[in-house]
């Protein structure tokens, strides 16, 4: 069979069977047909081609899926992955970098570019006017880019999931937790918010025709992750009279999850509850992602940026929000004579809101690894990562007798752990950053590791914490 090179190295890429390239073909039609409505290109029939665009993502993947593992025995198996050139920063690799990148940039900056045009029912244009029957079918109302992203996604994720189901089909855990993830992304974040809207559960005016304002009705998506909660115009509709009872639940349930929910299941049971199982970051990451967790730094100098980084985007994430209640309790807009919304909320909003979390955090996925947002920038991550490593019951605990320091489970750690220093001395595994995805211990040939919780004392083992020090890696005495 004839092999393309489509590397930058030179090396040559691994060639695909027969389905494989029926799946990849099925899979490029629904590329094509959002890259050529993202250039302009507007349907008469958009019922038709965007029949045609979600069907060609899900069957593509599902042919893809059975080329690549039917026949084979149930393992997980990822041969070729640093010969081909989109999992291994090859001329795919950095091609795909750019495409998603830039659908970041104009979905956040340049919604026009994307056809958006808010307004009346077939003022929309190309790719936003493509999902106007959907939004329609929902809301009523035509679609907004973020229609757009949010199905999208859901589509990504279930088509994918399903890949990632089969590829580790052999692995309980991986199976719960994937389908876990994707009725969350289709329930919670997808449909059960649209069907509200067309409701006009949050998404209504009053008797004077009056606009109610907008909330967030995913009930997954908490504060710090969901940054803007407590913005006036957000606090304002989940305490709108028309939008009651649900706002009030909303506005509750919110402050109950951050502050007693979040801290008790993560100190029970780690933050995998949340980053590997409900979220919808670590949804895509998880699925979408799931070719690219060898692409995450394993070096040193990785988990020292980590450490600050993403502790920083915290205490930005809290200062923006006192500045934000400040405001909102003392009906003011300025906080030591500076104004709260440009110089707290946009910048936030802009750097680590859009920027950061999309556009670095998803969109340099085939670059530096599915976890990026999740690694170095996301503050609900950062917030349970301190409950986890220093108050939870969670650990991963090492057989290291039986490690033959093969390093499967340091290469796949999508959160740049290395977790081979750790078996080779027998040592468990308390670190902030494990997401628990579990795939360190599903790669492991001598079953030497294992997700656990378990009582706090003794979690570190006999030798204490693995910290980093002046010196570097070395155990906490
Ligand atoms: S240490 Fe294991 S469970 Fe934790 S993030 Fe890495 S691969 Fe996932
Ligand atoms: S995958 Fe298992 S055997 Fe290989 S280095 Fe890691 S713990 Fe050791």
């Given at each position: 069979?004839?092999?393309?090179?489509?590397?930058?190295?030179?090396?040559?890429?691994?060639s695909?069977?027969?389905?494989?390239?029926?799946?990849?073909?099925?899979?490029?039609?629904?590329?094509?047909?959002?890259?050529?409505?993202?250039?302009?290109?507007?349907?008469?029939?958009?019922?038709?081609?965007?029949?045609?665009?979600?069907?060609?993502?899900?069957?593509?993947?599902?042919?893809?899926?059975?080329g690549?593992?039917?026949?084979?025995?149930?393992?997980?198996?990822?041969?070729?992955?640093?010969?081909?050139?989109?999992?291994?920063?090859?001329?795919?690799?950095?091609?795909?970098?750019?495409?998603?990148?830039?659908?970041?940039?104009?979905?956040?900056?340049?919604?026009?570019?994307?056809?958006?045009?808010?307004?009346?029912?077939?003022t929309?244009q190309?790719?936003?006017?493509?999902?106007?029957?959907?939004?329609?079918?929902?809301?009523?109302?035509?679609?907004?880019?973020?229609?757009?992203?949010?199905?999208?996604?859901?589509?990504?994720?279930?088509?994918?999931?399903?890949?990632?189901?089969?590829?580790?089909?052999?692995?309980?855990?991986?199976?719960?937790?994937?389908?876990?993830?994707?009725?969350?992304?289709?329930?919670?974040?997808?449909?059960i918010?649209?069907?509200?809207a067309?409701?006009?559960?949050?998404?209504?005016?009053?008797?004077?025709?009056?606009?109610?304002?907008?909330?967030?009705?995913?009930?997954?998506?908490?504060?710090?992750?969901?940054?803007?909660?407590?913005?006036?115009?957000?606090?304002?509709?989940?305490?709108?009279?028309?939008?009651?009872?649900?706002?009030?639940?909303?506005?509750?349930?919110?402050?109950?999850?951050?502050?007693?929910?979040?801290?008790?299941i993560?100190?029970?049971?780690?933050?995998?509850?949340?980053?590997?199982?409900?979220?919808?970051?670590?949804?895509?990451?998880?699925?979408?992602?799931?070719?690219?967790?060898?692409?995450?730094?394993?070096?040193?100098?990785?988990?020292?940026?980590?450490?600050?980084?993403?502790?920083?985007?915290?205490?930005?994430?809290?200062?923006?929000?006192?500045?934000?209640?400040?405001?909102?309790?003392m009906?003011?807009?300025?906080l030591?004579?500076?104004d709260?919304?440009?110089?707290?909320?946009?910048p936030?909003?802009?750097i680590?809101?859009?920027?950061?979390?999309g556009?670095?955090?998803?969109?340099?996925?085939?670059?530096?690894?599915?976890?990026?947002?999740?690694?170095?920038?996301?503050?609900?991550?950062?917030?349970?990562?301190?409950?986890?490593?220093f108050?939870?019951?969670?650990?991963?605990?090492?057989?290291?007798?039986q490690?033959?320091?093969?390093?499967n489970?340091?290469t796949?750690?999508e959160?740049g752990?290395?977790?081979?220093?750790?078996?080779?001395?027998?040592?468990?595994?308390?670190r902030?950053?494990?997401?628990?995805?579990?795939?360190?211990?599903?790669?492991?040939?001598?079953?030497?590791?294992?997700?656990?919780?378990?009582?706090?004392?003794?979690?570190?083992?006999?030798?204490?914490?693995?910290?980093?020090?002046?010196?570097?890696?070395?155990?906490?005495?």
């Open positions: 069979m004839a092999e393309i090179n489509l590397s930058i190295s030179g090396r040559k890429a691994q695909l069977n027969l389905v494989q390239k029926l799946g990849a073909i099925i899979g490029l039609v629904a590329i094509g047909i959002i890259l050529i409505t993202w250039g302009g290109l507007t349907f008469k029939n958009n019922v038709l081609w965007l029949s045609l665009l979600l069907s060609c993502i899900f069957i593509g993947a599902i042919v893809y899926t059975i690549t593992y039917k026949g084979k025995t149930a393992g997980i198996k990822n041969d070729g992955v640093f010969h081909r050139s989109h999992t291994s920063r090859g001329v795919v690799g950095w091609a795909a970098g750019i495409v998603f990148t830039a659908f970041y940039i104009f979905l956040y900056w340049y919604p026009e570019y994307l056809g958006y045009a808010s307004g009346v029912e077939g929309n190309g790719l936003v006017a493509l999902f106007d029957p959907l939004s329609m079918f929902f809301k009523g109302k035509p679609a907004s880019q973020w229609f757009v992203y949010g199905t999208l996604y859901t589509a990504i994720i279930i088509s994918l999931g399903i890949k990632f189901i089969v590829k580790y089909r052999n692995n309980r855990y991986q199976v719960t937790r994937t389908i876990v993830v994707i009725v969350s992304q289709l329930f919670l974040a997808y449909l918010p649209e069907i509200l067309g409701m006009n559960y949050n998404d209504a005016v009053d008797a004077s025709g009056q606009y109610l304002g907008w909330y967030d009705t995913d009930i997954k998506n908490v504060w710090p992750l969901d940054y803007d909660f407590f913005y006036n115009w957000h606090m304002d509709a989940m305490q709108a009279p028309a939008y009651q009872p649900l706002g009030m639940t909303y506005l509750v349930w919110g402050i109950f999850l951050f502050a007693i929910g979040t801290p008790i993560t100190y029970y049971v780690g933050k995998r509850w949340y980053c590997s199982w409900v979220c919808g970051c670590g949804g895509l990451a998880e699925t979408a992602g799931d070719s690219y967790r060898q692409l995450s730094s394993k070096k040193l100098s990785a988990w020292k940026f980590e450490r600050w980084i993403i502790n920083l985007v915290l205490v930005f994430v809290s200062i923006m929000t006192l500045a934000t209640l400040y405001g909102y309790f009906n003011t807009n300025s030591f004579g500076l709260i919304y440009a110089y707290f909320q946009k936030y909003g802009f680590i809101g859009a920027a950061f979390s556009v670095i955090g998803v969109g340099f996925y085939p670059i530096l690894g599915n976890r990026v947002w999740c690694r170095f920038g996301c503050p609900m991550a950062g917030y349970m990562g301190l409950i986890q490593r108050k939870s019951r969670f650990r991963i605990t090492t057989n290291g007798g490690c033959i320091s093969c390093g489970c340091s796949y750690c959160q752990i290395d977790v081979r220093a750790y078996a080779q001395k027998g040592q468990n595994i308390v902030s950053s494990c997401v628990g995805c579990g795939v360190c211990s599903s790669v492991c040939p001598r079953g030497v590791l294992k997700l656990e919780n378990g009582p706090e004392e003794g979690r570190f083992g006999n030798e204490g914490p693995i910290v980093l020090g002046n010196d570097g890696f070395k155990l906490d005495q």
